[in-house]
């Protein structure tokens, strides 16, 4: 895999950094992620992970943008309302980058489909928006042996860490045996 | 702006993953406080107990995570059980029932801050997250109205006042958000 | 000079709206009852029907987890700070609204 010389232009800042670099831009080319939502979390992820170069991003979302959410979501615009979040999101991702491939996956994260979508990418990022994704997420990124980039918020809190579980780190269940009752979760 | 610095940070260890750089955020977690404006930082073990990834694991292989995630409060009380439907009016009926009814009581169970959005002309506020039949100040020979913004957190105080005696009661089904749309076309959503 | 709980935003409420409170105790144990002596509706949030801390609810000394010191029974001393963390799943910072 070679980089094209529009390519070396567009990356030159990161080229020059030792610890990046050719080798490192390369690898950034090379890899792929899985993002989990496509929301408040996702707009700022996704374009920073399509900026910077990485090869080949899938987006995990099944809702559409809403006149609520553009105060917040900025990947998505006023004239994007109404329209699923994964291709509003991909969208501006490719408009900052159209050197990557982004994979858009306009569905539900469920049971039986988070195996066969976890295998095709190197890293899981979560950034959904309720307890039942984020322990499904948990689960099948270490039956799939991926390391996942966890992070979430409350108000005006927020709380990130990489679970990898493979490399003898901690999993989400280490960090939180169960979920709050219904009644007492904070949304 | 919160999700912004979270999800930055988020993209900042994805990339730090892939090129192998750096003192990855594996076994600490960053809390991140917008209005302290802090970072912190804690320990995050591996759990030997761990369901999951423990030394004897009991999760091996994915769950029913609907069934997972849906804890009740031990020991807390379950609702009563009522006809929902027979409490509910449609905007319109709501709207109509009470102009006919000359003891109507029309209480708003949101919260003050929503309360400062848009509100229904003659709405009395009782946050739900204090709402208490006996200190409310309403009589139970009152017609009470009740909304909130989509109609569920006025059911759970119908619950509290049908419980207290409470006879004559309406809940507005869809809230005030269903309102904005088929009653009061001037009214902001939010 | 006492034990500092710092309080996550989703139990502010509980405390008068407050993001940490002061209160005086030797262990972890000790510390929470003082806070819920004087804030009575935090503990079923923070507790189960057996005292135990619920399991959502992580609790720091020092910023290490005190279920790997002595669990509740941890000493403190004046200066420690206490951090309780609950589990969010949020990916957007509003409440949902119903």
Not at chain 1, 73 to 79: K, L
Request: glycine letters at 8%; hydrophobic letters at 35%.
């Amino acid at each position: 895999m070679k980089l094209n010389n529009e390519e070396i232009n567009r990356y030159s800042r990161h080229l020059t950094l030792p610890e990046v670099g050719m080798s490192g831009q390369l690898d950034l080319k090379k890899s792929s992620v899985l993002m989990i939502g496509a929301g408040g979390l996702g707009s700022p992820l996704g374009m920073y992970l399509g900026a910077v170069g990485v090869g080949r991003i899938g987006l995990v979302d099944f809702d559409v943008v809403d006149h609520t959410n553009l105060h917040r979501q900025i990947a998505h615009t006023t004239s994007d309302e109404g329209q699923p979040k994964v291709e509003s999101l991909r969208d501006t991702i490719l408009a900052g980058n159209p050197n990557i491939e982004v994979e858009i996956h306009n569905i539900r994260l469920e049971r039986d489909n988070v195996q066969e979508l976890f295998v095709q990418y190197d890293i899981i990022a979560d950034g959904s928006d309720n307890f039942e994704t984020r322990y499904l997420t948990n689960d099948a990124a270490y039956f799939s042996k991926k390391p996942l980039v966890s992070a979430s918020i409350f108000r005006f809190q927020g709380q990130i860490t990489i679970f990898s579980p493979e490399t003898g780190g901690p999993c989400y269940r280490c960090l939180y045996s169960e979920p709050p009752p219904v009644a007492l979760v904070p949304n | 702006m919160l999700p912004g610095v979270v999800g930055l940070i988020q993209a900042t260890e994805v990339i730090k993953l892939i090129l192998d750089e750096g003192a990855p955020l594996i076994g600490r977690l960053l809390l991140y406080d917008a209005m302290k404006m802090n970072f912190k930082e804690v320990r995050v073990r591996k759990d030997p107990e761990c369901v999951l990834c423990g030394d004897n694991p009991s999760v091996t292989e994915l769950i029913d995570y609907k069934a997972f995630c849906d804890i009740p409060i031990p020991g807390a009380e379950v609702p009563e059980k009522i006809d929902e439907a027979a409490y509910e009016l449609s905007p319109q009926e709501f709207k109509d029932a009470m102009d006919q009814d000359p003891s109507a009581v029309l209480i708003d169970v949101r919260e003050n801050y929503e309360w400062e959005i848009c509100k229904i002309d003659g709405a009395q506020l009782l946050p739900l997250s204090s709402f208490d039949p006996a200190t409310s100040g309403l009589d139970p020979e009152d017609s009470v109205y009740l909304y909130c913004y989509k109609g569920k957190r006025s059911m759970q105080a119908l619950k509290e006042l049908k419980k207290a005696g409470f006879k004559n009661l309406k809940n507005l089904s869809g809230g005030i958000d269903l309102w904005a749309e088929e009653v009061d076309s001037d009214m902001p959503q939010y | 000079m006492g034990v500092v709980i710092e309080i996550p935003s989703a139990l502010k409420q509980y405390v008068n709206d407050q993001d940490e409170v002061e209160v005086s105790g030797s262990s972890v144990e000790e510390v929470f009852e003082a806070l819920v002596s004087e804030y009575a509706e935090v503990k079923v949030n923070l507790f189960d029907e057996n005292g135990k801390i619920r399991n959502f609810i992580n609790v720091y000394l020092n910023d290490d987890d005190i279920r790997y010191a002595n669990g509740l029974k941890s000493k403190v001393q004046d200066g420690d700070t206490i951090q309780i963390v609950p589990s969010v799943a949020g990916g957007c910072s509003t409440e949902k609204n119903i």
